[in-house]
């Protein structure tokens, strides 16, 4: 069965970058969907990117996040990253990345839930 451990997360500035890894073991992501999700204190869940690994590869983002994060997969279908830029404290949260069969899926379809990775951006 498929497992996913996320890594990447550190203590970033505001305005700074980081980029996040998601390593699929036991498995590939081949045809699956691939979504980021972060978890910040006292918020609920928000999906903030699904890559489709199929079709060309194409990725949803909130609009809100448009632009600051990009998504995407190596050809080898055993990682996905995402790249985040801008960075703000909102985007403060651990971040998970998991699996479905499609984007449009609630996120509770996901599946293979990684542990997370702690993202913070001191105000």
């Known amino acids: 069965q498929l497992a996913l451990v996320e890594s990447g997360g550190d203590l970033v500035q505001p305005g700074g970058s980081l980029k996040l890894s998601c390593a699929a073991s036991?498995?590939?992501?081949?045809?699956?969907?691939i979504g980021w999700f972060r978890q910040a204190p006292g918020k609920a869940r928000e999906r903030v990117s699904c890559?489709?690994?199929?079709?060309?590869?194409?990725?949803y983002y909130p609009r809100s996040l448009k632009g600051r994060y990009t998504t995407s997969g190596n050809n080898a279908k055993t990682m996905v990253w995402l790249q985040m830029i801008s960075l703000r404290p909102e985007d403060t949260g651990v971040y998970h990345c998991?699996?479905?069969?499609?984007?449009?899926?609630?996120?509770?379809?996901?599946?293979?839930w990684g542990p997370g990775t702690q993202v913070t951006v001191p105000s």
């Open positions: 998991a699996v479905a069969a499609d984007c449009s899926l609630s996120d509770n379809l996901f599946v293979a």
């Open positions: 036991r498995g590939t992501f081949n045809g699956s969907a």
């Open positions: 890559l489709i690994d199929r079709d060309g590869g194409r990725a």
